[in-house]
């Protein structure tokens, strides 16, 4: 079901879930047909009568506020990243096949693709990086102090002494 999701990239060093790949693993067990409002609409672009007559492509609504298995937090995230219509809806589409059922499964998978995204909290800088940042700043501000100096130096011996 999910053969476009990399979970060897998702759950790589450098990123991280919330809390586990557990969690993210039940959460995309709830994103089912049931969950959405399905609309099959007719397809545009080359293909002769087919596209016609058939309505493959998939107009998928998803309401995020109705979404009580999703935490309130990954929620928020979700309308923040996304475009969200005034009735609080990701609408998402897909008409990338001639089938509808094909086209189902990519919209679903779109849709688990934001979730998974809206779920990641990036980790932070490691203790060795930390360290390095704040010799940068000591010397930073070492030489801001020393260069405040000479500068006080030189305006000093401007001055007229009598």
């Not at 016609?52 to 609504?61: A, G, I, P, W, Y």
């Not at 940068?136 to 100096?149: A, D, F, G, L």
């Amino acid at each position: 079901m999910l053969k476009n999701i990399n979970f060897k990239v998702c759950f790589s060093g450098f990123v991280r879930f919330c809390s586990s790949k557990f969690e993210i693993k039940e959460i995309l067990k709830n994103v089912t047909k049931d969950k959405f409002t399905i609309r099959m609409v007719k397809s545009s672009g080359p293909g002769g009568q087919h596209v016609n007559k058939t309505n493959s492509k998939v107009e998928l609504r998803f309401k995020i506020s109705d979404a009580t298995w999703l935490s309130e937090d990954l929620r928020t995230k979700l309308i923040a990243q996304n475009n969200v219509n005034k009735n609080g809806e990701i609408v998402v589409s897909s008409d990338v096949d001639r089938s509808q059922h094909y086209n189902l499964e990519d919209a679903i998978n779109k849709i688990k693709k934001k979730i998974i995204k809206a779920s990641f909290v990036p980790e932070g800088p490691s203790e060795e990086t930390q360290d390095r940042v704040n010799s940068y700043k000591v010397k930073e501000n070492e030489s801001r102090i020393q260069n405040k100096k000479i500068h006080s130096m030189k305006k000093f011996e401007r001055k007229d002494v009598e």
